[in-house]
């Protein structure tokens, strides 16, 4: 099992792939991630699903193009898309799509999943989590909660987390515990990191490599790059 960071920086864009015999598994869709697929020359038609861990525009704004270029290359198996319970975002540009194009050769199934819920395709199990990650606007101004969860893909006995955004939660923790490599959310800096938004918003580096530690190997994701 191998997993490809295609890209990360907070705010702008995630999108990573986890590659399985032969088999593509996207996690999360943001904008240019249809570049960044024919950069890494994936197999489109070998994408089996695309695990989205919440709403937001940085980590599902390229998948309505991603869609779009399935219909352009007449892929003919039917695509996956799993997001978490109550993710309207998701829900909204699938259907969209779908509105805009009737002449579609293959099908999407929607699938809203929800904390502990395991899903096996072909000899990989994801399992979910929970994750608490609030939405805000300017500089970290705290707004709702959002759905948001993170994904566990196990292979062979090998597994891996990511965490897509959140705070510090009890399913963070259970998510990364004795994975082989965890992705974890880094995306505060020192100087901005407070209670509130350590629990509610994201983590900072320290933190990540402190519930890295969980984890056999961690890899900060979602981080500042400006």
């Known amino acids: ?62 998948l309505y193009s991603l869609l779009g270029h399935f219909r352009v290359i007449e892929r003919k198996d039917p695509i996956n898309i799993y997001f978490p319970e109550g993710c309207r975002e998701a829900l909204q540009i699938i259907y969209a799509f779908q509105q805009s194009y009737k002449d579609c050769s293959f099908k999407i199934n929607v699938h809203e999943v929800s904390d502990q819920e395991e899903i096996k395709l072909k000899n990989v199990k994801v399992k979910v989590y929970k994750m608490r990650h609030y939405a805000s606007v300017g500089v970290n101004r705290l707004l709702h909660p959002d759905p948001a969860v993170g994904y566990r893909f196990i292979y062979q006995g090998k597994s891996v987390a990511i965490s897509g955004d959140t705070g510090i939660c009890s399913g963070l923790k259970k998510l990364v515990q004795d994975a082989d490599l965890a992705l974890i959310d880094s995306t505060l800096d ?24 969980l984890a056999k190997k961690f890899i900060p994701i979602h981080q500042h790059k400006r």
């Open 190 to 213: 020192k100087n901005e990191e407070n209670d509130e938004l350590l629990e509610k918003l994201h983590l900072s580096r320290e933190k990540a490599e402190e519930i890295g530690k």
């Open 1 to 62: 099992m191998k997993p490809i960071i295609l890209y990360s920086e907070a705010g702008i864009a995630t999108q990573i792939v986890i590659s399985a015999e032969g088999n593509h598994y996207m996690v999360d869709s943001g904008d240019g991630t249809l570049r960044d697929l024919l950069n890494q020359k994936i197999d489109f038609k070998k994408i089996r699903g695309i695990f989205l861990t919440h709403g937001h525009y940085d980590h599902l704004g390229g």
